[in-house]
């Protein structure tokens, strides 16, 4: 009985943590000048950005912005949300750039306007054509794979708004799948259990969880931030979170309890 009220208790633990993203997940609302970061079935803070319109993100030891044309200037974070410097962004190739990602190495950015995927230093310069997607106004999303140094992007529009599809950095298709709903904003992979999370901005303003064969896992939804514009989101690449270890803890725990 005392194994049985064990067990159970466990099980809830890890159904606790497993709601919402395992790791802190970094979001930008330009047109509201907002950056948030979320967790799990929490809001964890918010902060205020100086620049309008910055959006497309990547994130390591710090938080870094590019503005979504090149009318406008991003801005450097710490993980906590301090503004540590402007990063100028104004020299991007026309376009409109709503969200980003990072190999650790450049950083990648997904022009919305004409379709196309850029490769730019870490601090948001030296942009370069890498492969074009044929379609203006569809693709929005973008997220780094280290399994496969490859990049999962999304549709956000017309005949790709479902769509979520794996490319090779030369552009190759490797894989794709639809979501359960379009208007994917904000693509972004979960190192911590290797999940797709996308966030339907139009429809539901919901957060869905997608294993990359197109599985859907869960979903989360974020009250309090539901109405912003919510475009550019990563998590921090390569950065452990500590919840992801207490639920390996506790997932180890429970089977040994399992087998006895």
């Not at 990063?87 to 991007?92: E, K, L, R, V, Y």
């Not at 799948?177 to 992979?189: D, E, H, K, R, V």
């Not at 429809?203 to 064969?213: D, I």
């Amino acid at each position: 009985m005392k194994k049985r009220i064990l067990l159970l208790f466990l099980l809830g633990i890890i159904t606790f943590l497993q709601a919402g993203p395992i790791s802190q997940l970094y979001l930008i609302a330009g047109r509201d000048a907002k950056g948030m970061v979320v967790q799990g079935t929490q809001v964890l803070r918010t902060w205020a950005l100086p620049h309008a319109y910055e959006y497309a993100v990547a994130v390591q030891d710090t938080v870094k912005t590019m503005g979504d044309n090149p009318s406008y200037n991003g801005s450097e974070y710490s993980l906590t949300g301090t503004r540590l410097q402007t990063i100028t962004t104004t020299g991007s190739p026309d376009g409109l750039y709503y969200d980003g990602t990072t190999d650790g190495t450049y950083n990648y950015a997904l022009d919305y306007k004409y379709g196309r995927v850029y490769r730019f230093n870490l601090d948001w310069q030296n942009p370069q054509l890498m492969f074009s997607l044929g379609e203006s106004y569809s693709y929005l999303g973008i997220t780094y794979d280290p399994t496969n140094h490859s990049l999962w992007i999304s549709g956000f529009y017309n005949s790709v708004s479902r769509v979520i599809a794996n490319y090779t950095m030369q552009g190759t298709l490797l894989s794709t799948f639809n979501s359960q709903t379009g208007y994917n904003g904000c693509l972004a992979l979960d190192y911590a259990d290797n999940t797709l999370w996308v966030f339907d901005r139009d429809g539901t303003k919901t957060f869905y969880q997608y294993s990359k064969t197109g599985q859907l896992l869960s979903s989360q939804y974020y009250s309090s931030i539901a109405g912003w514009n919510i475009l550019g989101g990563e998590f921090a690449l390569n950065v452990p979170e500590m919840s992801s270890w207490i639920l390996i803890l506790i997932s180890g725990i429970f089977f040994v309890f399992l087998k006895k």
